[in-house]
């Protein structure tokens, strides 16, 4: 079979692979929390709903800073600018897609930080931790406004590191796998969490990550790799039967768990004592 034909395949059908890849792989572990739980399924559905209501107000925004993006990547590629362009062989695979997967994984996670450093990104950041309940849903609990952020950051990393729209549909495609899997409401056994662990994001390092109190929401910022957070100290474990979702400067119901109160949450005033006080002691 011709490589190429398969390759301009995938191109021309990457965004309907994509959205087919995430809904199935949303879908069976949805189904396996379900199935595992003693929940009743009209919390899960009151759940999921409240998470999928925040992505449908995200989509328009995010679809056009989509098209910024693959427009800003065409720049890059055709005025040859960014990093990629400063190394001896920058069309060989090995630099184009593995060395810019490595590179974008890290600016992943020196994104992560800063959304939790810097006092006005953490009141936009902090809805995604307010979840006090985590499964596959609450990987789409994101504020709008953390979209653009999210996404204002990305051009950045695309006009520094030069990054291709190849490797950013990669990094795309195997981020959404990571981000789905590791919020899913079930650990790996301790075993397989240990071996995975070493190179990969697993659900039982991301869970410390939503802990409602301090110091674990300031770790285990990674993304796809938890490299980052073993190479710069970031990295703690807490075992399931002590790991609490939420964020306890958010416990209050009436706000958290209604759209409204979840969408107005950055800029509500209480709030901002609280996320200042969250920077400070983190
Ligand atoms: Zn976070």
């Not at 810019?100 to 995604?128: E, Q, S």
């Amino acid at each position: 079979m011709d490589l190429h034909l398969i390759k301009d395949y995938l191109i021309e059908h990457v965004s309907t692979i994509q959205v087919g890849l995430y809904i199935s792989i949303f879908t069976t572990l949805w189904v396996f929390e379900h199935c595992y739980s003693i929940e009743p399924i009209s919390h899960k559905w009151k759940h999921t709903s409240l998470n999928a209501l925040l992505i449908c107000s995200a989509l328009p925004l995010q679809l056009v800073m989509t098209l910024f993006l693959i427009a800003l990547a065409g720049w890059v590629k055709s005025h040859h600018w960014g990093l990629i362009y400063l190394l001896p062989n920058p069309s060989s695979p090995w630099t184009k897609y593995v060395l810019m997967f490595f590179i974008l994984d890290f600016l992943d996670y020196v994104y992560h930080r800063t959304m939790h450093r810097v006092a006005p990104l953490w009141r936009f950041h902090l809805v995604h931790h307010t979840d006090p309940k985590l499964d596959v849903s609450t990987t789409v609990r994101e504020h709008p406004g953390e979209t653009v952020i999210r996404s204002l950051f990305l051009f950045l990393w695309v006009f520094l590191t030069g990054a291709s729209v190849e490797v950013l549909i990669l990094r795309q495609t195997c981020q959404s796998f990571a981000n789905i899997t590791s919020h899913a409401a079930f650990r790996l056994s301790p075993r397989l969490a240990k071996v995975l662990g070493w190179l990969f994001v697993t659900p039982n390092i991301h869970h410390v990550h939503h802990h409602f109190q301090l110091p674990y929401t300031n770790s285990n910022f990674g993304d796809v790799f938890s490299i980052w957070d073993r190479l710069f100290g970031t990295l703690t474990e807490l075992p399931a039967q002590e790991t609490v979702f939420g964020l306890d400067t958010h416990m209050d119901e009436s706000i958290h768990s209604n759209y409204l109160g979840i969408v107005s949450m950055p800029f509500r005033k209480g709030n901002r004592s609280s996320a200042d006080e969250e920077i400070k002691r983190g």
